[in-house]
Every structure is written in C-alpha cells, then in structure tokens.
C-alpha cells in the first residue's frame, strides 16, 4: 500500500550539491540508503514523521541534511559537499528499522554520480 518514488538524481561534481526527493503515501519512518556497485545496501539517514527528529550515518553526516514536507508527503535528502564515494543509488525508504539494518518498504532507486 505504501509507495515510494525517488526523483533528483543525476551527476554532480565533486564538491557539489543535489538534492534527491522522494515522495511517499505514508507517514512512518522514513529516509534513504544507498549501494555501490559490487557493495552492499547501507543506512544513510532516516527521519521521523512522528517526533520530528533525524539521524545520519557517520559517512554523511555533517554534510547531508534530511528533511520532510508532511504536507507534501515527500522527504528530501540535501546532498552537500559530495564526493566520488557518494556515487550510489540512492533508494527511499519508508518504515525504516530501528536498527537502520532495513525497510519495510522501498523506491526504485535513483542514481547519484559524483565526479572528481
């Protein structure tokens, strides 16, 4: 019943910005996570419909800024300062577990290249 679709992905150089949008039927727990080729999928940052606070893994954080626009059913993830070790796709995701290992629901994805 959930569904989530990504937009805003696309190539950027390093050092740039871009900002992924994602827009969602529910009001759960919510945010992204990324893979790199030949790599697993990992947490990235996850936002809470519910008590308004975020959290980002260790890798993004200072540098990405999640947000959400209830009104709109969307999250956004401001990517700043990008670099090449960003390049991933980047997938929305709504339910997120506390553990950030998972979700019970996922977008398609969208693909994020930062060049050097």
């Known amino acids: 019943q959930v569904q989530l679709v990504e937009s805003g992905g696309g190539l950027v150089q390093a050092g740039g910005s871009l900002r992924l949008s994602c827009a969602a039927s529910g009001r759960n727990t919510m945010g992204w996570f990324r893979q790199a080729p030949g790599k697993e999928r990992e947490f990235v940052s996850a936002?809470?419909?519910?008590?308004?606070?975020?959290d980002y893994a260790d890798s993004v954080k200072g540098r990405f800024i999640i947000s959400r626009d209830n009104a709109k059913n969307t999250v956004y993830l401001q990517m700043n300062s990008a670099q090449p070790e960003d390049t991933a796709v980047y997938y929305c995701?709504?339910?997120?577990?506390?553990?950030?290992?998972?979700?019970?629901?996922w977008g398609q994805g969208t693909q994020v290249t930062v060049s050097s």
């Open positions: 995701a709504a339910g997120i577990f506390r553990d950030r290992t998972g979700a019970g629901y």
């Open positions: 936002i809470s419909w519910r008590g308004d606070t975020s």
